[in-house]
Each structure stands twice: as structure tokens, then as C-alpha cells.
């Protein structure tokens, strides 16, 4: 029998196993966990995006996981209903077996735990702001430092947020928690330089971590350097000097 790891946008990876059908939802980070907990796991069942097709009643053993869960949370079902069309709706609908009031109470016992940073659950999070107006450099960076933190163990997971301009950056950092900030200095609406001067004018972000980037050049350089920037890497850029200045501002440390 095949076994298929599903991610929610519907790619899967197939392999062969004699075990029974396994599909693992790879959530993007606690949020989407958390979010589809609360609109469906809560209530006994969930929806899969997959272009696997499985018959009604089959037997799923569903495994959910994002980066930086140390224990991934098993949860048996059935395919009760299925749904075609366009690859972004296609889909089963799956129904856990045996869900009564003590599974359902263990399995809010370990969301809580993983929303409130468990250790025995999570790994220790690295949250990272992104400015970047091209998404393809967007994605690099944080596809990089995904692979560098799998690379160095799990002791820790970044999470991202990315933006493509100065004033939805300067938004970002009034109303949510950062450990560091990978920014660009030529940027849309507000330019990076602009946007390191707030962050050290502000009390609350004024230590906050900043890696400046940029292809421009010395003239970036010094505006970077003189905005209060803590690093500045010319474009284009090793993503391993992006996870050794990482290591050199956040406290984070690789397992001997």
C-alpha cells in the first residue's frame, strides 16, 4: 500500500509501505495548527487538500506537524466524504475514529501546551521579520534558514513574517514581537535606512537585531551602518552569512 505525506497546499510526496495509509499534514507553523484546531479538529474531523484519490471509509491514519514540533500528534480516521474539481479544492473529508470526550480533552490538552511553547512539545522559536520586496529572495532567506535550523538540530525553529514594503514593516513591528529583522535597503513606500532609523528611535525595538541587505553597493552599506543596522551583507548574499549573523546577534546556539 502507498503512503503519501500531504502538505495543506495538496503536494505530496509518495512512497512505498506496508503499512496502512498515511497521510501527514504539514501545517507552515503553529498558527495554521492552531487555527484548523479551532475551526475543525475541536469538532472530530478535518478537510485535506491531496490529489489522492481514497474511497469513502477508508481508514487514514493522520499525522500533524509543522517546524519546531517535537511530537507530532497522531490521530486516527475515516474518510467520510470526498471532494473534486480545481487542484486547490480537491480533497477528502476525514472523520477521527473513536473521538470521545477523553480524546478530545488530550488533544486540547496538547494544543494548549503547544501554543503556550510546551519545551516537551516545541522547539524554541526565532521569530524573523522579513522586508523584501522580491518574493523570490523573500522565500530564499527563509527557505535558507529553515534548512540551516533542521541542519543544526532541533533546538529551535524560526518563524517568518514577510513584507514587501517599509510602512507594512514599520505596522508589523508596532503590534506583534520580533527577535530580528532581515530588511532590505531599497525598498518600496519606505526605504529600509528609514525603517532601522524608527526601530532605534523606538524603546521598545531600539535592540532589536537588524541585518541589512542590499545590491547597492558602499552607498547602501553606509546608509545601513548609519540607519543603526547591526550587519549589512552585499547581494547577493551566502545564506550562510545569513545564519552566522544570526548566530552572532540572537541567542541561539547549534548542539556539540
Not at 507553523?29 to 474511497?55: I, K
Not at 508596532?174 to 532605534?200: K, M, N, Q, S
Not at 532589536?208 to 547602501?220: D, F, K, N, R, T
Request: charged content about 30%; proline content about 4%; glycine content about 8%.
Amino acid at each position: 500500500m502507498s503512503e503519501f505525506d500531504t502538505k495543506p497546499d495538496g503536494s505530496e510526496r509518495r512512497r512505498e509501505s506496508r503499512g496502512p495509509v498515511t497521510l501527514v499534514v504539514d501545517y507552515d507553523g503553529v498558527e495554521d495548527l492552531v487555527s484548523d484546531y479551532t475551526e475543525n479538529l475541536s469538532t472530530g474531523g478535518t478537510f485535506v487538500h491531496t490529489h489522492r484519490e481514497f474511497a469513502v471509509g477508508t481508514e487514514i491514519n493522520l499525522i500533524l506537524s509543522f517546524p519546531g514540533l517535537i511530537k507530532p500528534i497522531a490521530l486516527p480516521g475515516i474518510v467520510r466524504w470526498t471532494r473534486s474539481g480545481e487542484d486547490d479544492e480537491r480533497g477528502v473529508g476525514i472523520e477521527f475514529d473513536d473521538y470521545d470526550e477523553k480524546v478530545r480533552t488530550k488533544l486540547k490538552a496538547i494544543v494548549d501546551a503547544i501554543n503556550r511553547g510546551d519545551p516537551d512539545y516545541v522547539s524554541r522559536y526565532i521569530r524573523v521579520l522579513v522586508v523584501e520586496d522580491n518574493p523570490h529572495v523573500a522565500r530564499l532567506i527563509r527557505d535558507g534558514l529553515d534548512g540551516g535550523a533542521a541542519r543544526m538540530g532541533a533546538n529551535f525553529a524560526f518563524t517568518f513574517r514577510i513584507c514587501g514594503n517599509g510602512r507594512d514593516a514599520l505596522e508589523l513591528l508596532e503590534t506583534e514581537e520580533f527577535d530580528a529583522v532581515i530588511i532590505d535597503i531599497y525598498l518600496p513606500v519606505l526605504d529600509g535606512a528609514t525603517v532601522i532609523e524608527h526601530v532605534r528611535a523606538r524603546e521598545r525595538t531600539k535592540s532589536l537585531p537588524v541585518i541589512a541587505v542590499s545590491a547597492g553597493g558602499q552607498s547602501a552599506r553606509d546608509s545601513a551602518m548609519r540607519a543603526g543596522a547591526d550587519f549589512f551583507l552585499d547581494k547577493p548574499m551566502r545564506l550562510r552569512q545569513v545564519i552566522d549573523s544570526m548566530k552572532k546577534l540572537v541567542d541561539f546556539e547549534e548542539p556539540t
